[in-house]
């Protein structure tokens, strides 16, 4: 979508009722993150030439000529960040690693599981020729808070190097103490733990925006279950969408803000190379990292502002046909970064309440939502639903959305 200067504009895209899905069990209090692939064998020197759909569903490029995350620090609390990785080269400051098992490595730039690496790239990725692959906020910076080395396996729990909601919240006190304004949490937890809620209250305080993943729901879990931190009032919660702006079914509830795309989503596998990582099963770990990219924009540009300020431009110009509706699968929609830098609090704007402007009274709209068309695509009957709609005399003008077909890859990476 293209860049929008006008004033308080909002948009919308179709997100459609609640979905039902599979209820089951409570589910465990342990930490998840996710892990999924779409087809193939992503190999160590694997370039991918063609860009997939969602940095284009977000208006990246248009954001891009606006901002690239340039000065922006963003923490990465996840399975630390390999620095070596190709399109992470000269992208990542030394971190700390809060687990303190690995002899190698003390700064979190050390990855054996991959899903740190792969929200990174997604967040600040750099051009590498020959791939179509690139961040959000291509010139920002990550640093890496590695609270674990494998996943919630028994394995790692025996060895103590799994996830837990104590090493989660010291990731994010690290971060806060680093002085990092952007914090991406790609995991969440069944468990309401004291320990985790102070520190996000305490780093949303000390002028950081955490951003956390709602959660993957499975067949044997309840999906209306909080999951933390995304269900601590403070975080920015993220659901997700698939290549055809339908939600993804995870954990729902009325604290989700926004969603991104998160399936079939171009990034750094586990091995390093070029990789299309995520299913409708396993989606918000890449959600949040887009939303994590968004935010490093929004924060460039708008350096004064505090953290609930940041979040309200994001929700308030997700893309959804109801200006005033939610769902409480993908919040208030899809993220738009290009209308989240431009977007001006004047207290007009549709949907989410400000908490820094009065809201004002606004006339009822006379004219019928203006509908953009585009160009013949493989997306052209899931577009033709967009309803985008203007405040004032404003009219969101929309760039047709790049879709090509990617190789067909697999990763063991986790997501």
Same mark, same amino acid.
């Given at each position: /979508? +293209?860049?929008?200067?006008?004033?308080?504009?909002?948009? %919308?895209?179709?997100?459609?009722? !609640?979905?039902?899905?599979?209820?089951?069990?409570?589910?465990?209090?342990?930490?998840?993150?996710?892990?999924? !692939?779409?087809?193939?064998?992503?190999?160590?020197? +694997? #370039?991918?030439?063609?860009?997939?759909?969602?940095?284009?569903?977000?208006?990246?490029?248009?954001?891009?000529?606006?901002? @690239?995350?340039? =000065?922006?620090?963003?923490?990465?609390?996840?399975?630390?960040?390999?620095?070596?990785?190709?399109?992470?080269?000269?992208?990542?400051?030394?971190?700390?690693?809060?687990?303190?098992?690995?002899?190698? @490595? %003390?700064? %979190?730039?050390?990855?054996?599981?991959?899903? =740190?690496?792969?929200?990174?790239?997604?967040? +600040?990725?750099?051009?590498?020729?020959?791939?179509?692959?690139?961040?959000?906020?291509?010139?920002?910076?990550?640093?890496?808070?590695?609270?674990?080395?494998?996943?919630?396996?028994?394995?790692?729990?025996?060895?103590?190097?799994?996830?837990?909601?104590?090493?989660?919240?010291?990731?994010?006190?690290?971060?806060?103490?680093?002085?990092?304004?952007?914090?991406?949490?790609? /995991?969440?937890?069944?468990?309401?733990?004291?320990?985790?809620?102070?520190?996000?209250? @305490?780093?949303?305080?000390? %002028?950081?925006?955490?951003?956390?993943? /709602?959660?993957?729901?499975?067949?044997?879990?309840?999906?209306?279950?909080?999951?933390?931190?995304?269900?601590?009032?403070?975080?920015?919660?993220?659901?997700?969408?698939?290549?055809?702006?339908?939600?993804?079914?995870?954990?729902?509830?009325?604290?989700?803000?926004?969603?991104?795309?998160?399936?079939?989503?171009?990034?750094?596998?586990?091995?390093?190379?070029?990789? #299309?990582?995520?299913?409708?099963?396993?989606?918000?770990?890449?959600?949040?990292?887009?939303?994590?990219?968004?935010? *490093? #924009?929004?924060?460039?540009?708008?350096?004064?502002?505090?953290?609930?300020?940041?979040?309200?431009?994001?929700?308030?110009?997700?893309?959804?046909?109801?200006? $005033?509706?939610?769902?409480?699968?993908?919040?208030?929609?899809?993220?738009?970064?290009? $209308?989240?830098?431009?977007?001006?609090?004047?207290?007009?704007?549709?949907?989410?309440?400000?908490?820094?402007?009065?809201?004002?009274?606004?006339?009822? *709209?006379?004219?019928?939502?203006?509908?953009?068309?585009?160009?013949? $695509?493989?997306?052209?009957?899931?577009?033709?639903?967009?309803?985008?709609?203007?405040? =004032?005399?404003?009219?969101?003008?929309?760039?047709?959305?790049?879709?090509?077909?990617?190789?067909?890859?697999?990763?063991?990476?986790?997501?």
């Amino acid at each position: /979508m +293209a860049a929008v200067t006008t004033a308080a504009l909002t948009a %919308g895209l179709l997100v459609g009722p !609640a979905l039902v899905g599979p209820t089951g069990s409570a589910g465990s209090v342990g930490v998840s993150t996710a892990s999924a !692939a779409v087809g193939g064998t992503c190999e160590p020197d +694997a #370039l991918i030439g063609e860009p997939e759909w969602g940095p284009a569903a977000i208006g990246r490029d248009a954001a891009n000529a606006l901002a @690239d995350g340039a =000065g922006v620090r963003v923490a990465v609390v996840d399975s630390g960040v390999q620095a070596t990785f190709p399109h992470l080269v000269g992208a990542v400051e030394p971190g700390r690693d809060v687990v303190a098992k690995d002899p190698e @490595d %003390g700064t %979190g730039t050390r990855d054996i599981f991959g899903h =740190g690496s792969a929200v990174a790239t997604i967040i +600040a990725g750099r051009r590498v020729e020959g791939s179509a692959l690139v961040g959000i906020a291509p010139a920002a910076t990550i640093v890496p808070f590695r609270v674990y080395y494998e996943d919630d396996s028994d394995q790692a729990e025996r060895e103590d190097k799994h996830p837990t909601p104590a090493r989660i919240a010291a990731g994010i006190r690290e971060a806060a103490a680093a002085g990092v304004r952007v914090i991406v949490v790609a /995991m969440s937890t069944a468990e309401d733990n004291p320990e985790l809620a102070a520190a996000v209250a @305490d780093a949303t305080a000390g %002028g950081a925006l955490v951003i956390s993943s /709602m959660g993957n729901a499975t067949e044997d879990s309840d999906p209306t279950r909080p999951r933390y931190p995304a269900a601590y009032p403070e975080v920015l919660a993220v659901g997700a969408f698939d290549q055809e702006f339908t939600p993804v079914l995870a954990y729902r509830g009325d604290h989700v803000d926004v969603a991104a795309p998160g399936v079939g989503v171009l990034t750094t596998g586990r091995s390093g190379g070029d990789c #299309l990582l995520g299913t409708t099963e396993q989606a918000t770990s890449w959600a949040t990292a887009h939303v994590g990219g968004v935010a *490093a #924009l929004v924060a460039q540009t708008h350096p004064e502002e505090t953290p609930a300020q940041w979040a309200y431009r994001i929700t308030a110009t997700a893309a959804r046909t109801v200006p $005033d509706e939610r769902s409480d699968l993908v919040g208030w929609g899809l993220v738009q970064a290009p $209308d989240a830098i431009a977007f001006v609090d004047d207290g007009s704007a549709r949907g989410p309440v400000s908490g820094a402007v009065p809201a004002v009274e606004r006339p009822v *709209a006379e004219n019928a939502p203006v509908v953009i068309t585009s160009p013949p $695509d493989p997306w052209a009957d899931a577009r033709g639903t967009l309803a985008w709609w203007a405040l =004032g005399a404003a009219v969101v003008v929309a760039a047709s959305l790049v879709v090509a077909r990617t190789p067909s890859r697999r990763s063991d990476q986790g997501n």
